[in-house]
């Protein structure tokens, strides 16, 4: 089991990526959103409050969609960086000319209180976290009791084509390797989670040229591996690398050049916490009492 931080990626990197990154939905991000949506069909509980962590990157279309589904809810949206922050507050608050303002309650654009929100949404953003544990500890805390969260992110299989050209090139890695289903199943019930329910899909997108490949993997992140080329690369170096994604990711008499990404979904609740009582153990007043009136967890 994976608890520890991800030994292929580097946090510089990302905090970088995370100060730099364009506040925009990528496209690929809202059709994982929707395919998402569609899972909460199965879920029975009406969470009175939610919170959407990393709306802007996550997807602002189906934001609106779950505003509407939920349009009786509280709504917090949470972004980690000033920049992402300001483009959710112009795009989703509840002014006349903007949609969010026909359906529900204003949004808050701050982190919820620990223990007050029923559902925590994060889609497309866990496998890009420096501590993934801390941050999914950090979701088991906004959630109440019975509480559940929904997310997504990219698994090991993404852009393998793309690794393999890197590999027979002779170039560092590509990207950080990201971490398997099962072993975030096995995190979540790490950080306090119970219930796990995994699920992954393969996603082909073909692209007409290796330029509008790259670009919009460039829109998708960054190379977060510690070994990454450290040095600024030419043109040359850009050729070669069209050149050989023209050669190696082409599929089809079309000519298209087809690239993978490996889609996770996760789904969890936070439980009742199991505590254990000898006869040498002491127990706060306030901690009983929250313990005796959490209640039982709402059914999902």
């Known amino acids: 089991m994976k608890t520890e931080r991800p030994p292929t990626l580097d946090p510089t990197a990302v905090a970088r990526w995370q100060r730099m990154a364009p506040p925009v939905s990528p496209w690929l991000h809202e059709e994982v959103a929707s395919r998402m949506l569609d899972r909460l069909q199965w879920i029975k509980l009406q969470p009175k409050a939610w919170a959407h962590w990393g709306a802007v990157r996550g997807g602002l279309q189906n934001h609106q969609k779950l505003v509407q589904k939920y349009s009786k809810s509280e709504c917090f949206v949470v972004e980690s960086q000033s920049k992402p922050t300001q483009a959710a507050i112009k795009n989703l608050s509840n002014s006349w000319w903007q949609p969010a303002c026909w359906f529900g309650k204003a949004?808050?654009?701050?982190?919820?209180?620990?223990?007050?929100?029923?559902?925590?949404?994060?889609?497309?953003?866990?496998h890009e976290a420096a501590d993934p544990q801390a941050l999914l500890t950090s979701w088991h805390h906004a959630l109440t009791v019975g509480g559940f969260l929904m997310f997504s992110c990219l698994g090991p299989d993404t852009a393998i084509e793309l690794r393999e050209v890197y590999r027979q090139l002779a170039?560092?890695?590509?990207?950080?390797?990201?971490?398997?289903?099962?072993?975030?199943g096995d995190m979540l019930v790490a950080?306090?989670?119970?219930?796990?329910?995994?699920?992954?899909?393969?996603?082909?997108?073909?692209?007409?040229?290796?330029?509008?490949?790259?670009?919009?993997l460039r829109e998708l992140g960054r190379n977060f591996h510690p070994a990454r080329f450290a040095g600024l690369r030419g043109r040359a170096w850009r050729t070669r690398l069209e050149d050989a994604l023209a050669t190696h990711l082409k599929t089809g008499p079309d000519g298209r050049l087809s690239l993978t990404f490996e889609v996770i979904y996760g789904h969890a609740l936070k439980a009742q916490p199991k505590v254990k009582v000898s006869a040498l153990s002491s127990m706060s007043i306030q901690d009983m009492?929250?313990?005796?009136g959490a209640g039982k967890p709402a059914p999902t």
């Open 289 to 292: 009492r929250s313990m005796l």
């Open 107 to 126: 949004a808050r654009f701050e982190a919820p209180a620990p223990g007050s929100v029923d559902m925590l949404w994060a889609n497309m953003a866990l």
């Open 191 to 216: 950080g306090g989670f119970a219930e796990p329910v995994m699920d992954m899909e393969r996603i082909t997108l073909t692209y007409d040229t290796p330029a509008r490949l790259l670009k919009e």
């Open 171 to 184: 170039w560092p890695p590509a990207g950080h390797e990201l971490t398997d289903m099962h072993d975030w």
